[in-house]
């Protein structure tokens, strides 16, 4: 066996009184307000859809999941993989079992303790397909899981999966206790995270109270933590300058930019988010390969960095993982080229234009609207009528599942390892592939490869190789990756931010 400890992939404002019956509230834990820490609101455009970990795709809800539920491993400020509940692991030298070693003396927010069986537990039910766990392709190679008893966790693959480690990453795969329901977690989310679920009231505002039983010693600083709902940035810096929010993490660059100074902090990180243009292939004429590429050809992406992010953000290909970035250049029409793409329409039979969809999310992040008015206008000089349909983020997420529209203008989460970003999309078996909408032999292949392999350069040659067929086949239009800008006040202290979507430092953080 070889020992594993750690291993690196990569390196409006609402004002007045608030309403004093909550639609959701549950016993808190036993909880001491931390000596140090004080109390942290953070301003929030929209509010969680689903307290339910295993089904959180809205990245509202992701954040705050992440701070209730820990997982095996978790992710470093630099993206590698460091203990969790696990404080150790081995991987067998023929990489088909994962034994982990769990800490001692951890338990739930509710007080029962946690154990192997809880782990177990959790991980089975998020490889049962009638969970609709997002994350069930990301450890789809879990055969089997085994407990020697109450600190140990052994995981039986089907194939050695180089990208597990990483998919067991975030509260798409927390550790919940056995037997808990989705209906009970979605009332009152369990976890054994540095924040328990304390009160709320939908759409106004989430709090959160410390777990003083917290693991790790010391943590979390704060005593409580409430995120309250802010329809609009430009609001939430208001509230940031009148003290009555202490830290944001904001999307829009000009409220960004704008807003530094007068006790406000401004710290610029870029993201593994990446912005793109879903298309739905089932739908005609997008089916049709020169329809897809011929909107490629259309669209300048650093008109769309330029116009839409004001030039803070980058022009990405299919894969962010650092260690596997795209080349944005490897691509039919790495240059706007609207005569190839009017040729193109016409070879597909519609020299007259076409009329497509575009739904978008209104309040969940600020250049949304940007993005997809850029495009639309890009688009018209090819002939392509984009009609914008904007969408309140619940009614955007259900139909984004359900993979109702033509096509949407969409930020979905990088990942660190390839594997668990794409992983679910596009492969036939992924479990968010009826959203991808794509799926081929070649696909599936380079996918699998990918999994078994441990070779870092193998695996980059893979990766290569599936950027190329996303982009030669104009799956979707990969567009930017944009900052995360975190305003925070100047009596924040001890808050690292991180390339994902994660808050997780927020363990670490002080209000003075």
């Known amino acids: 066996?070889?020992?594993?400890?750690?291993?690196?992939?990569?390196?409006?404002?609402?004002?007045?009184?608030?309403?004093?019956?909550?639609?959701?509230?549950?016993?808190?834990?036993?909880?001491?307000?931390?000596?140090?820490?004080?109390?942290?609101?953070?301003?929030?455009?929209?509010?969680?859809?689903?307290?339910?970990?295993?089904?959180?795709?809205?990245?509202?809800a992701f954040t705050m999941l992440g701070l209730i539920y820990d997982n095996l491993v978790e992710l470093d400020q630099n993206l590698d993989i460091v203990p969790g509940l696990a404080e150790s692991w081995e991987i067998s030298d023929d990489g088909m079992t994962v034994t982990f070693d769990l800490r001692e003396g951890v338990t739930f927010h509710d007080g029962t303790p946690m154990t192997s069986a809880d782990v177990k537990a959790s991980l089975d039910a998020i490889l049962l397909e009638e969970t609709g766990a997002?994350?069930?392709?990301?450890?789809?190679?879990?055969?089997?899981?085994?407990?020697?008893?109450?600190?140990?966790?052994?995981?039986?693959?089907?194939?050695?999966?180089?990208?597990?480690?990483?998919?067991?990453?975030?509260?798409?795969?927390?550790?919940?206790?056995?037997?808990?329901?989705?209906?009970?977690?979605?009332?009152?989310?369990?976890?054994?995270?540095?924040?328990?679920?304390?009160?709320?009231?939908?759409?106004?505002?989430?709090?959160?109270?410390?777990?003083?039983?917290?693991?790790?010693?010391?943590?979390p600083k704060l005593a409580s933590v409430e995120f309250r709902v802010i329809p609009d940035e430009t609001s939430i810096v208001d509230g940031l300058r009148a003290g009555a929010?202490?830290?944001?993490?904001?999307?829009?660059?000009?409220?960004?930019?704008?807003?530094?100074?007068?006790?406000?902090?401004?710290?610029?990180?870029?993201?593994?988010?990446?912005?793109?243009?879903?298309?739905?292939?089932?739908?005609?004429?997008?089916?049709?390969?020169?329809?897809?590429?011929?909107?490629?050809?259309?669209?300048?992406?650093?008109?769309?960095v330029d116009t839409a992010a004001l030039g803070e953000g980058t022009v990405i290909g299919p894969i962010t993982s650092p260690a596997y970035l795209s080349d944005p250049s490897a691509r039919p029409c790495p240059e706007r080229d609207v005569e190839r793409a009017k040729e193109l329409l016409a070879e597909a039979g519609y020299e007259d234009g076409i009329t497509i969809g575009g739904m978008y999310a209104t309040g969940e992040y600020a250049i949304a609207p940007n993005i997809a008015q850029n495009l639309q206008s890009q688009l018209a000089e090819a002939g392509i009528n984009l009609e914008l349909e904007p969408l309140e983020i619940s009614a955007?997420?259900?139909?984004?599942?359900?993979?109702?529209?033509?096509?949407?203008?969409?930020?979905?989460?990088?990942?660190?390892?390839?594997?668990?970003?794409?992983?679910?999309?596009?492969?036939?078996?992924?479990?968010?592939?009826?959203v991808a909408t794509y799926s081929s032999e070649t696909m599936d292949e380079l996918f699998a490869r990918g999994k078994a392999s441990s070779d870092p350069e193998e695996r980059k040659q893979i990766y290569a190789d599936i950027s190329r067929e996303l982009e030669d086949n104009a799956v979707w239009i990969w567009l930017l990756s944009s900052n995360k800008y975190?305003?925070?006040?100047?009596?924040?202290?001890?808050?690292?931010?991180?390339?994902?979507t994660s808050l997780q430092y927020l363990r670490t953080t002080t209000v003075e």
Request: charged share 20%; proline share 7%.
């Open 1 to 60: 066996m070889r020992s594993t400890r750690l291993a690196g992939i990569g390196a409006r404002l609402i004002t007045g009184v608030m309403t004093a019956a909550l639609a959701l509230s549950v016993a808190a834990p036993a909880v001491s307000a931390q000596d140090e820490g004080g109390d942290l609101v953070v301003g929030v455009t929209s509010d969680a859809d689903t307290l339910f970990p295993w089904k959180a795709t809205q990245f509202q």
């Open 486 to 500: 975190s305003a925070l006040t100047d009596d924040v202290q001890g808050f690292v931010p991180m390339p994902s």
């Open 396 to 434: 955007y997420v259900d139909r984004w599942l359900a993979a109702d529209f033509d096509t949407v203008v969409a930020l979905n989460g990088g990942r660190p390892d390839p594997d668990t970003m794409y992983g679910r999309y596009f492969p036939s078996t992924g479990n968010l592939n009826q």
């Open 134 to 219: 997002v994350a069930r392709a990301a450890i789809s190679s879990i055969s089997s899981v085994d407990t020697p008893d109450d600190t140990t966790v052994v995981l039986n693959l089907s194939t050695p999966d180089a990208g597990l480690l990483a998919g067991l990453v975030g509260p798409n795969v927390g550790i919940v206790p056995a037997g808990a329901t989705e209906e009970e977690l979605s009332n009152a989310p369990n976890g054994t995270g540095p924040f328990a679920f304390g009160e709320r009231a939908p759409n106004e505002s989430l709090t959160m109270v410390a777990n003083e039983n917290y693991w790790r010693e010391g943590e």
């Open 245 to 304: 929010v202490q830290l944001a993490e904001l999307s829009d660059p000009i409220v960004a930019l704008t807003a530094e100074g007068d006790g406000i902090n401004i710290e610029k990180t870029p993201q593994l988010a990446y912005h793109v243009l879903m298309i739905n292939h089932t739908r005609e004429p997008l089916g049709d390969v020169n329809v897809r590429l011929a909107m490629q050809c259309a669209i300048d992406r650093q008109e769309v």
